[in-house]
């Protein structure tokens, strides 16, 4: 099987612009990645494949802007894993097969739902990825992603505020910066008065830093009129300098 097939799932009307997405973004995947796999893709902004192991996946997910979350030995020959893709449109699942069985796609697909949809927490990170609300700080209008209170101020805090409060540290810590960036530039994507300046932007989430650390590098998302693709760039200096 030479071309990859995408079977949409789609739970809303798909108008031209959501087909035209499609093709964009199933095509810049497709001409890259020449192995077997199963990629399923939910409208929340995340993806969630099965392939070849030896087949540069990584690299061609990074092409493309893509960040993997998660990921793990299925067997000798494939991996398994999560992540979050440029958009937060498309539902379905893209698949190429040697032998190009659609039932063969739809059992790695049920496999893929089986594993991240049954009770799934490997991943101890919120992955939600629409801003949850606004406020104004010195007369700038702020989005926020998460409504943090540390764990230690809230003994009854739930399972997913434990991953918010995870979250957020991680992120002040510098460990987890190329994963909120992500998170951020997708969030920032559905905000049409972003997406209608989205040539000249530039997303730089600064991490706290604590005393007696080393500086973390500054990351950021820049645009392809800046010379990046919407992938997580190091940008020179780090937040001891801004």
């Known amino acids: 099987m030479d071309e990859a097939v995408f079977i949409a799932q789609y739970t809303f009307l798909a108008t031209p612009a959501v087909i035209e997405e499609e093709s964009r973004i199933l095509g810049k995947i497709a001409r890259r990645l020449r192995c077997e796999y199963v990629i399923r893709f939910e409208d929340d902004g995340k993806f ?13 997910f990074a092409r493309c802007g893509w960040y993997i979350v998660s990921q793990t030995d299925f067997n000798s020959r494939l991996t398994i894993g999560m992540g979050l893709y440029e958009s937060g449109n498309l539902a379905g699942f893209m698949y190429r097969l040697d032998s190009g069985n659609e039932d063969e796609a739809r059992f790695w697909n049920n496999i893929l739902v089986f594993t991240f949809f049954n009770d799934f927490r490997k991943a101890f990170f919120p992955l939600d990825n629409r801003f949850q609300g606004f406020f104004r700080l010195d007369g700038s209008l702020c989005l926020y992603l998460y409504d943090y209170c540390p764990v230690r101020r809230n003994d009854k805090i739930t399972f997913e505020g434990k991953k918010v409060s995870n979250a957020v540290w ?37 991490p706290g830093i604590h005393t007696g650390e080393a500086p973390h590098p500054v990351r950021g998302v820049l645009p392809q009129a800046l010379g990046g693709h919407g992938s997580c760039r190091r940008v020179r200096g780090d937040n001891r300098r801004l």
Not at 48 to 60: A, I, K, M, N, V
């Open 170 to 206: 991680r992120f002040k810590s510098g460990e987890q910066t190329d994963l909120f960036v992500k998170l951020f530039s997708i969030a920032a994507s559905r905000i049409r008065a972003i997406q209608e300046n989205r040539h000249r932007a530039v997303l730089v989430p600064v």
């Open 48 to 60: 969630y494949f099965l392939l070849e192991t030896r087949s540069g996946y990584e690299e061609h």
